[in-house]
């Protein structure tokens, strides 16, 4: 259970594009392979804010899933599902706001933020409020260690260390719990019962940590340790009691310098989008359409690259000598834009050969995709059962 397990969510709130599919589909089809993973549907955060139109969520569920499978993501390296399907999720969230302090969500930087910015929409609302509470339970239910985010999902990762925190230090207490970890040290046996102990007490006594650390890998190691043994050492380590959740780290997904088709970056909002899985034709018009720099009017004209967003996508898509023929074409006019636009096109439809090849399995049986998520679903679930039955134990309400 301390193994490294990556978990991350997406919202379904409209088809995928290329922005998505460089920013994070594409680490997320590297990391599946290095981590067990889990990805999942986050159809209930979606409604915080969609809340008023769930038709869209309901169409962009499976384009989403069909969009990720498109990309790489494969069902038999990474567990896949939806949110909803879950609903130990729900119930972890009721359980940890009891213990939430209002302040902690009420200056959480992005819930001022997106209420600006999303400001046609009534965002004072007890869910939208609640939306890092739910993300800490849906983070913390799996015990994931990892959870890969953009930069603006730093603050929720951070809340909910804190909220992990809290619950054990609040419900972490176990009577008996010295003795209990006390024995559980000598279960480790001889040299690594001494070598525990020291890691342990250079920790609290010098906060060297690094002891922290290789204490932390020493536990990794054990195989023979009962659940609750291990927990306990791993809770003796830092203090007080028996760790019931455990922190997550962020992952920074490098944020996605993907430019648009304006040279903005790619996003929804700004309608300067390739989708995923966009028709060919539509590729190629679309770029062909781009604008160029402003000032190269007519093709006899020299042009700056760097006034161009086709340039930029050059960046992404060429290699040096292709980069180079369009620099040295471009300042002396030697080709035009037409010229320059073709092999961005050819490297985009390259890239998305696979994609709609993928896609088109799944487009033509839809129970695939089905399955697909029925298993995840079930998976998943029984991971968070698990913990379910520690955090009821814990909170008193494991009625016999
Ligand atoms: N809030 C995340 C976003 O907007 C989506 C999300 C929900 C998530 N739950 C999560 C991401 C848990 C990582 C882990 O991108
Ligand atoms: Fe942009 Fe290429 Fe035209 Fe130069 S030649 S302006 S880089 S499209």
């Given at each position: 259970m301390f193994a490294d397990r990556v978990l991350s969510g997406m919202r379904p709130t409209g088809s995928l594009h290329l922005g998505h599919y460089h920013g994070v589909l594409k680490n997320w089809v590297q990391m599946q392979h290095e981590f067990e993973c889990l990805f999942f549907v986050a159809d209930w955060h979606a409604l915080t804010t969609h809340y008023d139109n769930p038709q869209i969520i309901e169409q962009s569920v499976w384009d989403m899933v069909i969009d990720w499978l498109a990309a790489g993501v494969d069902p038999a390296h990474a567990t896949l599902f939806i949110q909803s399907k879950v609903p130990e999720h729900a119930e972890l969230h009721l359980l940890l706001s009891m213990i939430t302090p209002l302040g902690w969500l009420e200056r959480m930087p992005t819930y001022k933020d997106q209420q600006e910015k999303l400001s046609g929409k009534d965002l004072s609302t007890y869910g939208f409020l609640g939306y890092p509470l739910l993300q800490s339970a849906d983070i913390l239910i799996y015990r994931a260690t990892q959870v890969p985010?953009?930069?603006?999902?730093?603050?929720?990762?951070?809340?909910?260390?804190?909220?992990?925190?809290?619950?054990?230090?609040?419900?972490?207490?176990?009577?008996?719990?010295?003795?209990?970890?006390?024995a559980a040290i000598k279960k480790l046996g001889g040299k690594k019962s001494k070598l525990y102990v020291d890691l342990r007490t250079r920790y609290q006594e010098q906060g060297d940590d690094e002891a922290l650390e290789s204490a932390k890998a020493l536990l990794d190691e054990q195989q023979n340790l009962s659940h609750g043994d291990r927990e306990r050492l791993f809770g003796y380590l830092e203090g007080g009691g028996k760790m019931i959740l455990s922190e997550p780290q962020a992952m920074l997904t490098a944020a996605s310098k993907m430019p648009g088709l304006d040279g903005q970056k790619m996003s929804k909002s700004y309608n300067n989008t390739i989708s995923l899985r966009e028709d060919e034709a539509e590729v190629s018009k679309k770029i062909r359409t781009m604008p160029t720099d402003p000032a190269r009017i007519r093709r006899t004209d020299v042009g700056d690259p760097d006034r161009c967003p086709v340039w930029q996508l050059h960046q992404v898509y060429s290699n040096e000598a292709t980069k180079e023929w369009a620099k040295q074409g471009c300042t002396s006019a030697g080709i035009g834009c037409i010229e320059c636009k073709q092999p961005v096109i050819a490297a985009v439809l390259e890239e998305q050969k696979p994609m709609r090849e993928r896609a088109q399995l799944y487009l033509d049986d839809p129970s695939l995709v089905r399955n697909i998520i029925a298993d995840g679903n079930e998976k998943a679930r029984k991971l968070a059962q698990e913990t379910m039955r520690d955090v009821r134990e814990a909170m008193g309400l494991e009625y016999k």
């Open positions: 985010v953009g930069e603006d999902q730093v603050p929720h990762i951070e809340f909910t260390r804190e909220i992990a925190r809290r619950f054990n230090h609040i419900y972490g207490k176990e009577i008996g719990f010295q003795e209990k970890a006390e």
